[in-house]
């Protein structure tokens, strides 16, 4: 399970290191790709693997099931951290999410989420009380 917040930088080569804590679940390997509210995702092997299936799950007569598909497996690439925990996130990822060189790594329970530093600050503004009450609520809370 991913949990925390933490800051980090791209360096010149578009490598981000990934937090101590998370590395042993992607020393086998991840993928990157394009997420939700305009972050990037790294999904350990297994959880992409799920996703994938959950994906291919869907309708193929569904236009938004196909578009989905597209957007998610297109802007997606395998990565392996390196020796000193760092991966490497493609231009094309780096530009969709707006990352220049600060980076907020934010755990995600099944993977991890890459932010630009304003937006996730605007995300997290997003998440008020009310909203939180409302979500646990809905867990039965």
Known sequence: MFTGEFRHT????????VP???RADLAPGAHVSRWM???????????WQRLAERVGEQRYADAGARAF???LFSGAFEVVPDGQGRVVLPATL???AGLKSDVVVVGALDHIELWEPGRWAAASADMSSDVFAERISN???
């Open 10 to 17: 791209i360096d010149a080569k578009g490598r981000v290191a």
């Open 20 to 22: 101590a804590r998370f």
């Open 37 to 47: 509210d305009s972050c990037v995702a790294i999904f350990p092997d297994q959880a």
């Open 69 to 71: 598909s597209r957007f």
């Open 94 to 96: 780096r530009d969709f």
């Open 139 to 141: 867990l039965g809370i």
